[in-house]
């Protein structure tokens, strides 16, 4: 391993080896084309405050705003490591990992949900 920390190396495969199972498979990084991978899961997003609350997408860095009482799913596609998802709640933010590194945002008929902020 040319001096590289065994239990380190492991830890960042365990977070690039799905990004390689799923490239391999996807056609692109568009909504229709994540679909395409399968195995989705659905995580609701609901904004239940008075103000514009940010959804972060990661590992792509896509913001989304949900107007007070709007809900969304995150759904992640592919394969992953251990679990789906991992979540960071900050006071106006919440930041969702997807660890499959393919996943859509859609609205709860299953469109897509336009990322970036929107007028109220």
Not at 26 to 51: C, I, M, S, T
Not at 96 to 118: I, L, N, Y
Request: net charge negative.
């Amino acid at each position: 391993m040319n001096g590289q920390d065994p239990a380190r190396r492991a830890a960042i495969d365990r977070i690039i080896d799905p990004l390689k199972t799923n490239m391999a498979q996807a056609a692109d990084y568009g909504f229709e084309a994540v679909r395409q991978l399968g195995n989705p899961v659905p995580l609701l997003v609901q904004n239940d405050g008075k103000e514009q609350l940010r959804l972060w997408l990661e590992p792509c860095g896509q913001d989304y705003w949900l107007k007070p009482g709007e809900a969304v799913y995150v759904t992640s596609y592919g394969t992953w490591n251990n679990h789906p998802f991992e979540t960071i709640h900050e006071a106006d933010c919440l930041t969702v990992w997807a660890t499959s590194w393919f996943a859509t945002v859609s609205d709860r008929d299953g469109k897509e949900f336009p990322p970036g902020r929107r007028t109220a």
